[in-house]
């Protein structure tokens, strides 16, 4: 299969190693990843327009009324959101539009038909999900515990997807991700 324009969507739990897979999936041209809008100050070396469109409160509740987000959350205290018309114009164009997304905006897009392929990344057991959260060696006890409960609630959702993909090993997941959404060909094939 090759790969035509659409929405591709990955999501799971924190720790599963969806950005690393979203890294990868972007060395391919035909790959473009959705830039979300937020209303969080944006941290050192962030750029607007690359991280995130950084907003005003003001600016985001416009856009809100304009119907300009497919979803939007509020996530601590800041406002996040995915923009609809930069996925139009990437589909019209033929590009796979990448959605890097919590499982929450997941859900809400899922529940809205909004049109795409929808793979969740799960890990490869609980044990080995706590290994990785707590390798980052940034969580108090209670924090991983939180992060672990949530981790399992959000697993749960995981029937709704089109598909589920173990990362039990980069790569191999990497290469099932690719298969799924036809980008093993040439660009050309
Ligand atoms: P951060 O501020 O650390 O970049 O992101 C905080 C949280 O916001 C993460 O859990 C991230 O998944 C979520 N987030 C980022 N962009 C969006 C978005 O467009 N929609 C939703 N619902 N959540 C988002």
Redesign the pocket.
Known sequence: MTATGRMLLISGP?GTGKSTICRRLLEDDRVVFSI???T?QPRPGEVNGVH?HFLSREEFRAKIKEGAFL???D??G?L???LRAPMDEAIAKGLIYLV???V??AL?LLTLGVDGLYIFIAPPDPGTLRERLSGRGTETPEVLERRLQKAEDESRESHRYDHIVVNDDLERALQEVRTLVGLNGSPAS
């Open positions: 924190s979300s809008a937020t969080r995130y979803e939007y959350a996530v601590y800041n996040y959101g995915t890097e997304i919590d929450q905006g809400q």
